[in-house]
């Protein structure tokens, strides 16, 4: 009887034993799992860091390109309007023709282009604590009308006097400015 007792604890022991280390083999299997999965995750992010880098960089490209060949087209049509040669081969494209204006040769001078009026100013406040409000005031605005809006966004409210002033050329803004418009 002791030694039916013995063995069949003898075998519960190894049976036992064989489950313990299949656990552990099931154990560093998973674990293997994990780690081949977060690796390809990993290369998967840098294979999107990587497309999304070239993509912007494709598009910063065709963005200078497209700024170059304005470049070219404001210089022909200057050169059109105005009777100067452009030393630029480059010829505006046919999609966008503007037609420029007969040179009649009695007049050896052009007048020069007249001066544009805008009616309206985006102006952007920057705050001390580095955040800035952006706002659309119209060109005859006082001055005081900025001093207004900054007060009333300002974010927990203005809790000391502040000035306005220009980065560059640096100018701060004093109570006499307040009642000039913004034109000025």
């Not at 998973?30 to 494709?58: C, P, S, W």
């Not at 409000?133 to 900054?150: K, P």
């Amino acid at each position: 009887m002791m030694e039916l007792i013995a063995q069949k604890q003898q075998e519960r022991e190894d049976r036992e034993k064989r489950e313990r280390i299949e656990q552990e083999k099931q154990r560093r299997k998973q674990g293997q799992e994990l780690i081949a999965i977060k690796q390809k995750l990993q290369e998967q992010e840098m294979q999107k860091a990587v497309e999304e880098r070239r993509r912007e960089k494709q598009e910063e490209r065709l963005a200078r390109e497209r700024v170059r060949e304005k470049i070219a087209r404001d210089k022909a049509e200057r050169a059109r309007r105005y009777g100067g040669e452009t030393s630029d081969p480059i010829s505006p494209p046919a999609e966008t023709p503007v037609q420029a204006p007969a040179l009649s040769p009695s007049s050896p001078t052009q007048e020069p282009p007249t001066k544009k009026e805008y009616d309206q100013c985006r102006i952007q406040v920057r705050l001390l604590d580095g955040t800035a409000l952006s706002q659309t005031f119209r060109a005859r605005e006082q001055l005081a009308a900025v001093r207004l809006y900054v007060e009333l966004n300002w974010p927990g409210g203005a809790e000391e006097p502040f000035n306005l002033l220009t980065s560059f050329p640096r100018r701060v803004f004093t109570e006499e400015d307040m009642e000039k418009p913004l034109q000025e």
